[in-house]
């Protein structure tokens, strides 16, 4: 029974592990202009949305910031990170964050906000007259 339970554990570890590298990832190639169009292309929005509401905060960090660095690029990414039902994700998974980090270096909200990598989701939002995140920002 305990080899079986260190299986099932080993196999878990892994996918949280995966599942970071796989944010980590993306959020570095979202730093390089070059890797947009790719990244627009291969549809990784509705990969991330899901892991902003995972329960490691790292992973939820990693996936925030990969959204907030792919709108940073352009107000076309901004809008399709509207357009694809995101920040109902983001807000809740800033929110929880804001709540567990007490104890953490590193704060959630500021790799968000402070880094301004959403101002572009901001920008469209206001152009759009859209009230969803005026109490947060």
Do not use: W
């Not at 292309?41 to 995972?54: A, F, T």
């Amino acid at each position: 029974m305990l080899a079986i339970n260190r299986i099932v554990s080993n196999t878990l570890e892994k996918y949280h592990k995966e599942r970071l590298s796989f944010a980590q990832t993306i959020a570095e190639l979202a730093q390089r202009e070059t890797y947009i169009s790719s990244l627009q292309s291969h549809n990784v929005l509705p990969l991330l949305r899901p892991l902003l509401l995972d329960n490691i905060p790292a992973i939820q960090q990693a996936a925030a910031l990969a959204i907030g660095r792919l709108a940073n690029h352009s107000e076309e990414m901004a809008e399709a990170i509207v357009d694809s039902d995101i920040l109902p994700h983001l807000i809740c998974s800033l929110k929880n964050q804001n709540v567990n980090i007490d104890n953490s270096n590193i704060s959630f909200h500021s790799i968000i906000i402070e880094n301004e990598n959403l101002f572009n989701i901001k920008y469209y939002l206001k152009m759009k007259n859209e009230k969803l995140i005026d109490d947060f920002f």
